[in-house]
């Protein structure tokens, strides 16, 4: 006689039924645009400081939460074979790929004056807007799938 296992699904780490990384996620997705929207009026207002400062603090807050939502989204992402679709590993590639850029950024928005955003700083905050923008679209597919 033939047993059959039925598993059941396996659901995202939430707190009272909302899932932990879908609270994180867009933290970090409005920081790094604002990083970029900051690094923009930095290079518009030739060089004001206060551009800048603002976005070191964007990028510290975006990657802080980005670290938790990394590692609540590895853990998801382990724990649920749905998630392991197509989309589910897009998502998680785009979504690390960019943190690790804006990781490069902070270092580059430390230095002093004018090249802490010009042109590095600014070519690595587009590039890692378009990376988070990309992963949050990708989000509602992968998580989806895992539901």
Not at 37 to 63: C, M, P
Not at 109 to 116: C, L, N, P, S, V
Request: hydrophobic fraction near 65%; charged fraction near 10%.
């Amino acid at each position: 006689m033939a047993e059959t296992v039925v598993r059941a699904a396996v659901r995202p780490i939430a707190i009272a039924r909302h899932p932990i990384y879908g609270m994180l996620l867009p933290v970090s997705v409005v920081c790094f645009v604002g990083v970029l929207l900051t690094d923009i009026a930095y290079v518009k207002s030739d060089g004001n400081l206060i551009w800048l400062s603002f976005s070191s603090w964007l990028l510290l807050v975006g990657l802080l939460f980005g670290a938790l939502a990394a590692l609540v989204l590895l853990i998801d992402f382990v724990r649920s074979r749905a998630m392991r679709a197509a989309a589910g590993w897009a998502h998680l590639l785009f979504f690390y790929a960019a943190l690790i850029v804006e990781l490069f950024s902070v270092f580059i928005h430390e230095r002093d004056g004018w090249t802490a955003v010009a042109p590095i700083g600014l070519i690595l905050s587009i590039i890692g807007a378009v990376l988070i923008l990309i992963a949050g679209w990708l989000r509602r597919p992968a998580v989806e799938a895992a539901l």
